[in-house]
């Protein structure tokens, strides 16, 4: 019974732990040992170059202050950058004017955009500080069924827009989020939405985005290339959005 107990240890010890490789195994018949290596070679930094194991890689300290700075840099430039915040005014205020004419919100990503589209779009239904009237607001990341059965019937690219053909109208907003801009059901979907005739915002990182200018209405680039911090300054805006809309809608006569 030990000796199995050990045994199931010992290997839920080589699943979970990845960085480290036994150097010598002892008959497990009476007691199991294990001595184990550093894998120096799994120790890099972001950048590809080698930490010293003892001096980086065991003081979390060294992730929280890499991705402190780069989100306090990230954050710094945005506060400097007038553009960045017109934009953000501007669809806040285009939104406003959504709502007043009875539109609606539809917002799209894929992966942790999803989940992003997904957390702006319950602040609207919900409430972000005040108990207020729902605003309408849909991420088509959240129906399962249709995703899967769009992906499976058409294509993936059809993802979005195939939702947009059917739900969206004139006066309606989308909001896509993607880091990259480069996503193909995400394209489809802003080209639907102008198409439609809502007005079509896009909030992406880094690139220039010469294919979405023509289609989309607003592009609040991100001005960073890591991902985690564009998706971090993306909730950010969405909060900001929820936030000034709310105010606007129902502490304003």
């Not at 501007?90 to 709502?99: C, G, M, P, R, T």
């Not at 992906?151 to 993802?159: G, K, L, M, P, S």
Request: hydrophobic share 40%; proline share 2%; charged share 25%.
């Amino acid at each position: 019974m030990k000796e199995g107990y050990l045994r199931t240890l010992f290997h839920f010890f080589l699943k979970t732990m990845p960085l480290v490789a036994p150097d010598a195994l002892i008959d497990t018949g009476k007691a199991l040992k294990c001595k184990c290596k550093l894998l120096s070679n799994d120790f890099l930094k972001r950048d590809g170059s080698k930490m010293n194991e003892k001096n980086d890689y065991f003081k979390i300290n060294y992730f929280l202050s890499k991705s402190l700075d780069e989100h306090m840099h990230l954050f710094k430039q945005i506060k400097k950058d007038k553009v960045l915040q017109s934009q953000c005014l501007e669809v806040a205020n285009k939104l406003i004017s959504v709502y007043r004419n009875k539109g609606k919100l539809l917002l799209c990503g894929n992966g942790g955009s999803a989940a992003q589209a997904q957390h702006i779009a319950a602040e609207l239904i919900g409430r972000f500080y005040l108990d207020r009237k729902a605003l309408d607001a849909e991420a088509m990341s959240a129906n399962s069924a249709a995703l899967t059965a769009l992906a499976n019937d058409y294509r993936y690219e059809e993802t979005f827009s195939r939702q947009i053909e059917a739900k969206g109208k004139a006066g309606d907003m989308l909001i896509a989020f993607t880091t990259s801009g480069q996503s193909k059901n995400i394209i489809e979907a802003v080209k639907m939405s102008h198409k439609r005739e809502m007005t079509t915002v896009v909030l992406t990182g880094w690139k220039h985005l010469p294919h979405l200018l023509k289609y989309a209405d607003n592009i609040i680039s991100v001005p960073s290339k890591i991902i985690p911090r564009i998706q971090e300054a993306h909730i950010f805006i969405g909060h900001i959005l929820c936030e000034y809309v709310e105010r606007k809608l129902f502490t304003e006569k």
